[in-house]
């Protein structure tokens, strides 16, 4: 009968894996040459056993893997604890269930890049004019005689709609945007995942009548296990359905209230917008119907809710 394996002391040098060593060939990092691999694979290995029992480690230029026995109750707690060490250290690990074994990759940390807040302010700054532009240029097609969103250009020069084109949609939908990125912020500070500030991203009226095509943030350092990954991805989301829907039903309640006063002009396009079954939803309850012109304020909240409900899909550097 096989002895059952027992924590060891002893680590093997670097040494050939099958799966393992396919896995590693996908891994960009490797030690620096100034590092004295052996001695930073003992700290390394000293580290794990603060967290982990231990069987067996080795190294190449690629990493550290070492073997150990999991604890299912307690192993999300190791698993932090043990990534918390080694990114002081300069190192994350990655957890590699084989099926037969249990491992722990570790990997160099890349290469932090000096990053300003400037650029998030710059583009900030940017898109609070480009939406208040394009807010200037809704609020004057419901108000104006023969105003549409061809006269994104005439708007800059009349102060109230740039007020009002900043009160009633530029600010609703950089709050929305903000609020769902800095959900993934603050959810990733949480799990002490270093990300950047949002960045938003500015776009003329002439090219998209809202401003803006969103904001994103920067993940800093690999996200090493699947609970931080979901909670990151999904704080997004739904940060920014709590801001996005009271932001909504406000729109369609002053839309309700403050119908358009321009005659529809014939040969002067308009914005329309196919309400979604959530957008849909809310209106029937409040009066308003797929016929009327969208208050600037719903419309913020249909862009909220559509790029949220968009965000959801699992494909590329969508939230899903």
Do not use: C
């Amino acid at each position: 009968m096989k002895g059952k394996e027992r924590p060891s002391d002893v680590f093997t040098g670097p040494r050939t894996r099958g799966p393992l060593s396919i896995f590693l060939q996908t891994e960009r990092t490797n030690f620096h040459d100034k590092h004295d691999r052996e001695q930073v694979f003992r700290e390394v290995a000293r580290t794990a056993r603060k967290h982990y029992r231990i069987l067996s480690g080795d190294f190449d230029q690629s990493g550290i893997f070492i073997k150990v026995i999991v604890d299912p109750d307690t192993n999300l707690e190791s698993f932090e604890g043990l990534r918390r060490d080694l990114k002081r250290m300069g190192f994350f690990p990655k957890l590699i269930d084989t099926g037969t074994e249990t491992i722990i990759a570790i990997f160099p940390l890349p290469r932090p890049k000096r990053t300003s807040m400037n650029t998030n302010i710059i583009l900030l700054a940017l898109t609070a004019f480009t939406t208040i532009w394009a807010g200037a240029s809704l609020w004057e097609e419901r108000t104006g005689e023969m105003a549409s969103l061809g006269d994104v250009m005439r708007v800059l020069i009349n102060p109230m709609d740039l007020l009002m084109g900043g009160l009633t949609f530029a600010f609703p939908l950089l709050l929305i945007l903000g609020t769902h990125e800095l959900g993934h912020y603050f959810t990733a500070r949480r799990y002490h995942v270093d990300a950047s500030l949002p960045y938003f991203i500015p776009v003329p009226p002439l090219v998209s009548p809202f401003g803006t095509f969103g904001a994103l943030i920067s993940m800093k350092e690999p996200i090493s296990n699947r609970r931080a990954l979901v909670d990151i991805g999904a704080a997004g989301p739904i940060a920014g359905f709590v801001v996005a829907i009271p932001l909504t039903i406000l729109g369609l309640v002053l839309t309700g209230m403050y119908p358009a006063s321009h005659e529809v002009v014939e040969g002067v396009s308009y914005l329309k917008i196919n309400p979604p079954l959530l957008f849909r939803a809310m209106m029937g309850p409040l009066g308003v119907t797929s016929g009327d012109e969208l208050f600037p304020t719903a419309i913020a909240g249909w862009i909220g809710l559509f790029v949220t409900s968009i965000n959801l899909f699992p494909a590329g550097q969508l939230d899903g």
